[in-house]
């Protein structure tokens, strides 16, 4: 069986086991599956939570302003929602906050203070328009809608302040709107007035009714939490040093020779130098490594793997799967990916040149 071998060295004895028609043993490490281990971290979380209201602030009167003039059916509140994700996944990013309490806690409270902030400057520019509409006599109008009760069972009937009562009990809606002068007043009212969204030139609209319209303010809370929420989770997933709190960043080796030889080699945690191939097809994959920067073999290595694109002979965004190898693989594993190359050095270099992703 393994005379072949043993014949220049007799004496020594080698296992007769398949050593010589396998490739070397680079390593046998306990390999886990892959896992997202996440702690609360009050910094990260006070910081996380500051800067989205921040944001939620600046979104806020973007949106009051988009409510003041005209409402956009669910399109708005996805635009914030997707803005807000976008801001929270760059902050999760940063302060490397991945817990998913802060995460939904972020959310919620950016999208309750948008939409506070939204309705707050909905309120302004709705008080100016009365004020111009009025003109001089908005202070008068404003009075007379305040001390309303008054009014009614005043006998002096004459003078501006009658003009504006009379006014104003004619037009129980004007009288209703300036009656809710402040911003807790101004919510009340605007929740109890049915939505109206107008087409083309105004001339057709449609009302939501009462209920109709509650149930679009609050889908609209909704969404605005729930897809920053979504994205947040999906980042949630990247590998993460949990050693010194950073995010490991990936590098890209392959194509290697057959996804099912690969992902055997690498589930057993027996490392053998993987096979590479020059012109990859679709039976083929690639090894993503994602290593901390700071901490190198000091950390854990997670890996991905991915099939080729072969429209562009290159890894595919789809993940095959995902596993964790222990500290001391490191280096093995990079021998894994690299000592193939019977071609040396430019063989090393050409995978290194594929890195960048
Ligand atoms: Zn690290």
């Known amino acids: 069986?393994?005379?072949?071998?043993?014949?220049?060295?007799?004496?020594?004895?080698?296992?007769?086991?398949?050593?010589?028609?396998?490739?070397?043993?680079?390593?046998?490490?306990?390999?886990?599956?892959?896992?997202?281990?996440?702690s609360f971290e009050f910094q990260g979380f006070l910081l996380l939570c500051g800067l989205m209201l921040v944001t939620a602030f600046l979104t806020g009167i973007v949106f009051g302003l988009i409510h003041a003039f005209l409402w956009i059916l669910l399109v708005a509140p996805i635009a914030v929602g997707i803005l807000h994700g976008s801001v929270m996944l760059k902050f999760l990013h940063i302060f490397g906050v991945r817990d998913i309490g802060s995460i939904m806690t972020a959310s919620v409270l950016a999208a309750i203070f948008s939409l506070t902030v939204a309705y707050a400057v909905e309120?302004?520019?709705?008080?100016?328009?009365?004020d111009s509409s009025l003109g001089p006599k908005a202070e008068i109008y404003w009075t007379v809608a305040q001390n309303?009760?008054?009014?009614?069972?005043?006998?002096?009937q004459s003078g501006p302040t009658s003009e504006a009562f009379a006014h104003l009990q004619s037009n129980p809606d004007l009288l209703e709107r300036m009656?809710?002068?402040?911003?807790?007043?101004?919510?009340?009212?605007?929740?109890?007035?049915?939505?109206?969204?107008?087409?083309?030139?105004?001339?057709?609209?449609?009302?939501?009714?009462?209920?109709?319209?509650?149930?679009?303010?609050?889908?609209?809370?909704?969404?605005?939490?729930?897809?920053?929420?979504?994205?947040?989770?999906?980042?949630?997933?990247?590998?993460?040093?949990?050693?010194?709190?950073?995010w490991k960043t990936a590098q890209m080796f392959g194509p290697f020779k057959s996804r099912r030889d690969v992902h055997e080699t690498l589930k057993s945690g027996q490392l053998v130098a993987l096979t590479y191939v020059e012109y990859p097809d679709s039976e083929d994959v690639f090894v993503e490594f994602y290593t901390c920067k700071r901490c190198h073999n000091q950390s854990p290595v997670d890996i991905i793997t991915h099939p080729v694109d072969t429209k562009r002979a290159f890894a595919g965004k789809h993940e095959l799967s995902r596993m964790t190898y222990p500290t001391e693989a490191y280096t093995p594993l990079h021998l894994a990916c690299c000592v193939t190359q019977t071609s040396s050095e430019s063989g090393i270099q050409r995978i290194r040149l594929q890195n960048g992703r």
């Open 123 to 130: 309120f302004f520019v709705s008080q100016n328009q009365l």
């Open 179 to 246: 009656q809710a002068n402040t911003f807790p007043r101004y919510v009340a009212y605007a929740f109890d007035q049915p939505l109206q969204f107008h087409f083309g030139d105004g001339s057709s609209s449609i009302s939501l009714g009462t209920i109709g319209s509650i149930v679009y303010r609050f889908s609209e809370l909704l969404i605005l939490a729930v897809i920053p929420i979504v994205m947040g989770i999906t980042i949630r997933s990247r590998p993460y040093c949990n050693r010194c709190g950073t």
């Open 1 to 38: 069986m393994s005379t072949a071998s043993s014949s220049s060295n007799s004496g020594i004895s080698r296992s007769p086991s398949s050593a010589e028609a396998s490739p070397r043993l680079l390593g046998n490490f306990p390999v886990r599956s892959f896992q997202v281990e996440s």
């Open 148 to 156: 309303y009760e008054a009014f009614t069972t005043r006998d002096d």
